[in-house]
């Protein structure tokens, strides 16, 4: 159940990928303590709560040597960091356990099942549909009826008025986090006997854990309760009656209730951001060495790739697709002023609208390459409207829940897409089957979609953007319908990442649910942060740079997902700023400021 | 018909009454100062007039056009144009390009892909700018100017849209004295030319008695007294609540 780690996110709100990660740890440390231990109620539930306890210890750790020295570094950035313990942690379970999934004992006492209304339903489940309210109702005292549970509330509404009361900040929230812990591996030590341990469980959680904290409303302790009974229960019945859909019908309730209620079951309007943000510097022409650069680079990807081998010519490929994804992530990043966890959703639904069309309507390679955009803007227009209605980091949740819904319906709906198998032979026609030709496709599509994107920036489109961004209230004030600007701007990058997916797909010649899954959206977002998400030409020269530098990782390392998790998490704590906004500082130093 | 016709309205924030049933009338080309100590309720409203907030009670009409309850953005649209008490401005644009967006948008082209902006509506943006004495400024980052200069931006912005009522929550706040009666006298002359009906807030005693034609006093958030400058200077309960022993700031 996932209801403890929400509710402590609803009240902590510290935002954190690594409670996911947390999650699946309990459910291995179970399965490795009740395992070993002897067999009976004590050998099993005493495991289930060792492994609680131990995953406590974990968080601890993780919370103090790391989460702690980034609470003042910009939410994106701390998202981004739990996201590289998140890799780390999934290299480190894989190191472990090893890749395949395991099957733990059934709970001894609760091994039957009943039959109610004519369906059988487990013992196990009827057990958890009960636990889940009993923990929450325990956590509802706490925090409703102890010194601390109300010291954790005050703090979240305003941290500095209860620094200011005396009380030790630091050691409340490290005690929150040790709780918030404990539920997670306890949450993840409880599934074991109901579904196979897997590296896959941290990110579903986490996607089930935001659904439910947006869907609960925001800051409402209340509403995350309700919000993790309703989709709790949902999903043990729905597990039952529907066991292919449950996701879908997750999505559909969360839709229901955004819909009639935009802000949750119980949630407030949010009050708008504290203080004002730090004034994004401008968008200008760019500087002549700039285009100098660029025109020297556009001059050698045109003329160089008649002499290279086919090897470098898919490299070749994969940058220019990887440039026009990242060029899209960063119209809502930059200019929209939103943050997107899920942008590869847009990307894969574009590679699977190329390989669907390709495969079940046996259109043409450019009926394919049409498609791509189509199916990836409907998603964009239908996801788009949830998220852009919320704002920062919330919306940057939504974003990550939506793709990872894409992710579960393109793994499991196996009858079309063939799930983890993919689809094959996405080969493209016969003029463009030579590396060459299609690396001269890909480039002209990408860097044609590229510059397409940089002249919307600069038209009144992309102004509004930036000026919903800079200033809600006088974008409002001037007419400025800003939710529609953000639809639209969201709807368009999906399109852009629709575009670059069905290239890949027919560069790769296939599809795989990986497209459209979380560490590719990551990706993204590190191409886009690494080359600056202040300039315009940030993206391409990120994208270019990461391409290289994974496609070099993933050749020589075999646990690359440890060392890319790494490098975030070393990126976060000594350059809170990125990359870019590091170059500037040193540049700035040596020239003397202006 | 007078420009805007406010009836009654009322706003409490929890426990708190920050306006009681507030009614007044401002008529095209008039100059309306909306005095009061500070927390008498004047921004709120404010707020209320221009669909920041929505009233609990009372009706707002604009043109004898009921438009309590609708968002900013279509007041906007009616043509009422605002400035804040602190300044927003888009801090990654330029003076220039500030104007250009509140004239596109009323011109209804801010859905456009394809024309950079850069080509669009800049003369008239300049020429408003050059109106209010920025042309010098038009070229720089709205980002890195002075607190004095934004609140003229802010007016360009608010005029842009041809405005039929003008919304100022003090205007002069951060300006130097000589520079404060200047740009209220360049308001008031624009008003008057253009029949803007002009509803503002201020402190400075010296800009409220030589620019506004009538003066309402807001205390605790209800009108307390109304009237021309002179009878509003002589009315003892003014005296009373607001200038105190003659004080001219309203700290
Ligand atoms: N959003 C709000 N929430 C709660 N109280 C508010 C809010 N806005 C204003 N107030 C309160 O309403 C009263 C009037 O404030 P305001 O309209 O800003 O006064 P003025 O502009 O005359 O200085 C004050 O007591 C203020 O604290
Ligand atoms: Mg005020």
Redesign the pocket.
Known sequence: MASGLTVIFGVSRIVNFAHGSLYMLGAYLAWTLVTSLPRGHLGFWGGVLGAALAVGVIGLVVEMLLLRRIYRAPELFQLLATFGVVLVVQDLALLTWGAQDLLGPRAPGLRGSVEILGLRFPLYELFLIVVGPVVLGLLLLLFHRTRWGTLVRAATQDREMVGALGVNQRMLFTSVFFLGSVLAGLGGALQLPRESVNLHMDLAIITEAFVVVVVGGLGSLSGAALAALLIGELHAFGILVFPKITLVLVFLVMAVVLVVRPHGLRGKPQPAAHGVAAAEPMIGAAPPALKLAGAVALLLAVALPPFLGDYALTVLTEIAICILFAASLHLIMGPGGMASFGHAAYFGLGAYGAALAATWLGVPMLGGLAMAPVLAGIFGVVFGWFCVRLSGVYSAMLTLAFAQIAWSVAFQWVELTGGDNGILGVWPDGWAAPKLAYYYLALALCLGGTLLLRRVVHAPFGYALRAQRDSALRAEAIGIDAFRIRWWGFTLAAIAAGVAGGLFAYGKGSVFPTYLAIPRSVDALLMVLLGGVQTLSGPIVGAIAYAGLQERLMRLLEYWRLVLGAVIILLVLFFPQGLAGAARFFWERRHGDA | MATLEVEGIQ?S??G?Q??RGVSFAVEPGEMLALI????????????MLNGQ?RPDAGRVRLQGRDITGLKPREVWRLGVGRTF?ITATFGSMTVRENVQMALLSHHRRLGQLWRPVARMDAAEADALLARLGMAGQAGRPCGILAYGDLKRVELAIALANQPALLLM?EPTAGMAPQERVSLMALTAGIARERGIAVLF?EHDMDVVFSHADRILV?DR?ALIAEGAPQAVRNDPRVREVYLGSGATSGH
Do not use: H
């Open positions: 706003k924030f929890g708190v920050a306006v009061g100590p500070n927390g008498a309720g004047k921004s709120t409203c404010f707020n907030l008490q929550d807030t807001l958030g």
